[in-house]
């Protein structure tokens, strides 16, 4: 027990000196009560910053229904900025709640989503706002994103290992919702002037919309500036609970130094990962928004190059304090199991956020034309399908089936095992992924597409479900492999490398359905799943498996 601290006393403060969740007695005592209270204000700052981070993905929609003078291609590489920022926030997120303290880290990087959340709604409430500010925006939206990688690294150090499922399945499943807040919460608010003055003029729609329950007719003022005001009323309220209601843990993060430094430490490193994000970004992105050199089939280098990037420019700005605590956490990069978990976390967690920004885009796309060949060009003529399916009243269910059921997965590996939870969804995804591209091909050569949309839908649920329950099982895994010092590294870097299905699978699938190949982009998931179902097998399953789990 450390100096200082009694027998039986209860743990008091911001910062916690005594804390041992494996402790059966300190945990009925005192611990439990202090654990469930740092989750319950976890949860809803983690889905804050999800709705912050995929918000783009509703709002660019609106942007182009309400008549903002943008292409569709400058619209959605604002939501691939977001994508490719968040992810690569989460590397250095990663390594925040040992280095800089868990209350210290979380209230911080919750507070900061009010900055996107300000500059978005002051940036909508004016159509000639020039691309580069919502650019701008979409690129500090990606603080949100990372706020996963601290988030679940903190709580991993509260609960027992025997609770790591079910703890971890909370936090990132219902924090996953704000996936589905977004989806839903956008495209309501925008039909009300919530904020008065305050909030701006309404723009007049230019084209037609749609929220859940109906559509809404092109002339309808709109108040799309509503997409960033919102969260305020989320946020400020938990920046004042999160400041009083977290702690440190002094057992975790034994040299965080003052409030003030641990802050600077996120900020410094937050800014590294901004401007090396900044710079993948402005080598991808067409003139004039960037050089374009990364463009088409050089987009799979900006992940590797980014990740690269922000992990040397990390250690090149770190105090002599904080390189020795990321040398002793890179060591992670040492072990096997941190690139095997990698593998699968990508399998879950990137189909889980990728297809989440993708549906939209795809049921746009797929069902919202007629596709009919015509001969004499030998060529597929698409016209606009009157019958056609609103993105923006269907997109949200996937999402939400996926984060319902992620708890659900990190309860049964609980119980079962992680790996062999991770097996059988790999199946399901591996099989799933090829039936739904088939039906994405007979859906694009379709004259009434629709017809087929149904069948789309409930394949994508699945989609979603399977990877749901596959977040959990794999979170679960890492606390079963990784002993406490690496548990948080390793949970943080591999959502960091999963985070990047945000970026990949829009891109990949909208580059097929612009080929005329849409089914590919499913073909080629079912390939990497069936992959990552042999190397869980390997390395955890088989006889001689490296670690048996079960």
């Known amino acids: 027990m450390p100096a200082g601290v009694l027998p039986g006393e209860r743990p008091r403060g911001a910062d916690i000196a005594d804390w041992r969740p494996e402790d059966e007695t300190f945990w009925a005592r005192e611990g439990k009560r202090v ?7 976890s949860i809803p700052s983690l889905l804050c910053g999800f709705a912050v981070w995929l918000m783009w993905g509703i709002i660019t929609v609106q942007m182009a229904n309400a008549g903002f003078p943008f292409t569709p291609d400058q619209l959605f590489s604002i939501a691939a900025i977001s994508g490719l920022s968040g992810a690569t926030l989460r590397i250095p997120a990663s390594f925040f709640i040992r280095i800089c303290g868990g209350r210290n880290t979380v209230w911080l990087t919750t507070a900061l989503l009010m900055i996107p959340a300000i500059g978005t709604g002051l940036a909508l409430q004016d159509k000639s706002t020039p691309l580069w500010v919502f650019q701008l925006m979409a690129l500090l939206s990606g603080i949100g994103g990372g706020n996963f990688a601290c988030s679940m690294a903190n709580i991993s150090t509260f609960f027992p290992k025997r609770l790591q499922g079910t703890a971890l399945g909370l936090n990132a499943g219902l924090g996953n919702f704000g996936v589905t807040t977004s989806q839903l919460l956008i495209p309501a608010v ?8 305050l909030g701006g003029d309404a723009i007049p729609l230019a084209k037609d919309s749609a929220t859940l329950i109906g559509k809404i007719a092109a002339g309808t003022p709109t108040y799309v500036q509503n997409a960033g005001f919102i969260w305020l009323l989320l946020l400020v309220p938990l920046a ?4 009083f209601g ?9 040299n965080i130094g003052s409030t003030g430094a641990a ?3 996120v900020l410094t490193l937050y800014t590294v990962a901004l401007v090396v994000s900044g710079i993948g970004l402005y080598l991808y992105l067409p003139a004039p928004s960037g050089l374009g050199l990364l463009s088409g089939n050089g987009m799979w280098a900006v992940p590797p190059l980014v990740t690269i990037g922000t992990l040397f420019g990390m250690k090149a700005i770190a105090t002599s304090d904080v390189k020795a605590n990321l040398d002793k956490q890179f060591a992670i990069f040492r072990n096997k199991h941190t690139w095997s978990m990698t593998a699968l976390y990508l399998v879950t967690f990137g189909s889980f956020i990728g297809f989440s920004m993708a549906l939209p885009l795809s049921i746009t796309v797929i069902f919202g034309n007629t596709h009919v060949f015509d001969p004499t060009t030998s060529a597929w003529v698409h016209a606009k399908n009157p019958n056609a ?9 996937g999402p939400f089936v996926g984060a319902l059921i992620r708890p659900v997965g990190g309860w049964i590996s609980d119980k079962l095992g992680g790996s062999i939870v991770t097996q059988w969804i790999s199946f399901v995804l591996v099989a799933t992924s090829a039936v739904t591209g088939y039906v994405m091909h007979l859906a694009y050569q379709s004259a009434t597409p629709e017809s087929y949309f149904l069948v789309f839908m409930l394949l994508f649920i699945v989609l979603f479900a399977a990877s749901g329950i596959g977040n959990g099982s794999t979170f679960r895994t890492v606390g079963f492999v990784f002993d406490q010092d690496q548990r948080g590294p390793v949970l943080g870097w591999t959502s960091a490398i999963g985070g990047y299905g945000s970026f990949i699978a829009p ?3 909208g580059q097929q359905i612009k080929a005329g190949t849409p089914e590919n982009a499913m073909y080629g998931f079912a390939v990497f799943y069936g992959l990552c179902v042999l190397i869980n097998w390997w390395f955890y399953l088989r006889k001689n498996a490296y670690i048996r789990n079960p």
Not at 35 to 41: F, G, S, V
Not at 240 to 243: D, E, F, L, T
Not at 389 to 397: E, G, K, Q, T, V
């Open 190 to 197: 925008m039909t009300l002037g919530l904020f008065g003055a």
């Open 246 to 254: 977290l702690n440190n843990l002094k057992t975790v993060s034994p």
């Open 389 to 397: 399916p609103s993105a923006l009243m269907f997109a949200w269910i």
């Open 240 to 243: 004042v609970v999160g400041w």
């Open 263 to 265: 802050m600077a430490k």
């Open 507 to 509: 891109v990949v699938i």
């Open 35 to 41: 654990a469930n209270r740092n989750l319950w204000i």
